[in-house]
């Protein structure tokens, strides 16, 4: 903003050096006396020598002069001390100068056009979006603009920190319109303020479009993966998952939220396999904590991609974290799926020991299955009967039970037979 005020200073200059040009206009402007501006110059090369103090006495001693002063060499007057207390950071205080300024008439239109923008700029500034939206009004009575872009953004932002998004919303758009109608992009600025009146205004279609072309123009990581929340909210899925594929192959995906959000995209969009690879990377590098939280959806990710040592391994470091037995038990189906018998017992016999499961029979049942594999049957017959005690595993026990006694049977006939 203070490059605003700087203009304001060099339109003084540049007026007194064009005096004669700037004093006929229509309402005859009267001219800025030499003796008045060389007074007014002095106090500013105080100022500028780093002595603000000093420069404001100097246009204390000008202001006694006030009663012979005609209205424009009023008016650089208070520009000056607008441009003094601006300078200190004294933003009221400019503000209140800058407004005598526009406050004196006649003055040159080119003087009142830009301080009245300065004017609105300041209080955007100080949060006063009431007298912000009232001098870009009076600056349009001024000017005649009824389009200038500068304005429209300068609008935009006080009707969105007023909370009046609908009305924000016209504006804004005829500023970026009016910047690509001449092919310019115009400024990121103004397409973030856009998406965050679409998104106050819950107009989660409109987020989206604005953030593809905000990846367009701008190519900023967070615009990847804001586009591929986005996405999500909207249950484009797909989409989704491409965005954040391609934002992870352009090494966008830096912060443990976003991978974490890609691992589920390949997940939940059936490709587990990279969900795995990406999470172990994650979590190799430090990006994501190995909790319970990840190692969990690591171990789901390489059960169905059918990675029976990392789903184990992944399912070993989660129970360890874990207070009950549920992730034991889960490793024990693994092992028993991978004909692993010896290890699904040693884990199933591990859930059990944990307690607070869900479905204790069916680890019952595990070990039962595990060692009828192995011939093992009084073994499994045992197991089968501890699973009856259940009524999740009572139907399926039983079941088994009479199976196991058959090849039980069957196996002591054989060897019967071949010892006679």
């Given amino acids: 903003m203070r490059h605003l005020i700087v203009i304001i200073v060099w339109i003084v200059i540049s007026q007194f050096v064009h005096q004669a040009a700037s004093a006929q206009d229509s309402k005859r402007v009267p001219a800025l006396r030499e003796q008045v501006y060389s007074q007014l110059a002095r106090a500013q090369e105080l100022a500028?020598?780093?002595?603000?103090?000093?420069?404001?006495?100097?246009?204390?001693?000008?202001?006694g002069k006030l009663s012979s002063m005609n209205s424009y060499e009023r008016a650089m007057l208070w520009n000056f001390y607008g441009y003094m207390h601006y300078g200190k950071d004294r933003i009221g205080k400019a503000i209140t100068y800058f407004d005598k300024v526009v406050s004196e008439d006649p003055i040159p239109d080119a003087l009142k056009q830009t301080t009245l923008f300065s004017l609105a700029q300041l209080s955007l500034g100080q949060n006063d979006y009431a007298q912000t939206l009232a001098y870009l009004d009076h600056w349009q009575q001024v000017t005649g603009e009824q389009q200038a872009t500068k304005a429209d953004v300068l609008r935009a932002q006080a009707l969105y920190q007023k909370g009046d998004y609908e009305q924000a919303l016209t504006p804004i758009k005829?500023?970026?319109?009016?910047?690509?109608?001449?092919?310019?992009?115009?400024?990121?600025?103004?397409?973030?303020?856009?998406?965050?009146?679409?998104?106050?205004?819950?107009?989660?279609?409109?987020?989206?479009?604005?953030?593809?072309?905000?990846i367009k123009h701008f190519n900023k990581p967070d615009y990847w993966t804001q586009l591929a929340g986005v996405y999500g909210q909207l249950g484009r899925d797909q989409q989704q998952l491409a965005?954040?594929?391609?934002?992870?192959?352009?090494?966008?995906?830096t912060r443990g939220q976003d991978l974490q959000m890609l691992v589920q995209s390949y997940f939940f969009g059936g490709v587990p396999f990279k969900a795995g690879q990406v999470m172990e990377q994650a979590i190799a590098q430090g990006k994501l904590e190995a909790d319970l939280r990840n190692l969990k959806l690591l171990a789901q990710s390489w059960i169905a991609a059918r990675e029976t040592d990392k789903a184990v391994n992944a399912l070993k470091q989660a129970a360890e974290l874990s207070i009950d037995g549920e992730l034991d038990a889960q490793r024990a189906?693994?092992?028993?799926?991978?004909?692993?018998y010896p290890q699904a017992i040693a884990a199933a016999e591990t859930a059990l020991a944990k307690?607070?499961?869900?479905?204790?029979?069916?680890?019952?049942?595990?070990?039962?299955?595990?060692?009828l594999e192995q011939e093992n049957y009084n073994p499994a017959l045992q197991a089968f009967a501890k699973a009856k005690a259940f009524a999740d595993a009572r139907k399926a026990a039983g079941q088994w039970e009479r199976y196991a006694t058959s090849e039980k049977e069957q196996a002591e006939r054989i060897k019967e037979l071949q010892s006679s």
């Fill in 243 to 253: 965005m954040l594929e391609a934002a992870y192959q352009q090494g966008f995906l």
């Fill in 333 to 340: 189906q693994v092992l028993l799926n991978a004909e692993r």
């Fill in 355 to 371: 307690g607070n499961l869900e479905k204790p029979g069916t680890m019952h049942l595990v070990i039962g299955m595990a060692e």
């Fill in 174 to 214: 005829r500023a970026i319109s009016s910047a690509r109608a001449t092919n310019e992009t115009g400024e990121e600025a103004w397409y973030v303020l856009q998406r965050a009146i679409h998104y106050e205004l819950g107009q989660t279609e409109a987020v989206a479009d604005v953030l593809e072309q905000m």
């Fill in 48 to 63: 500028d020598a780093g002595d603000v103090e000093a420069g404001l006495a100097a246009l204390k001693a000008v202001e």
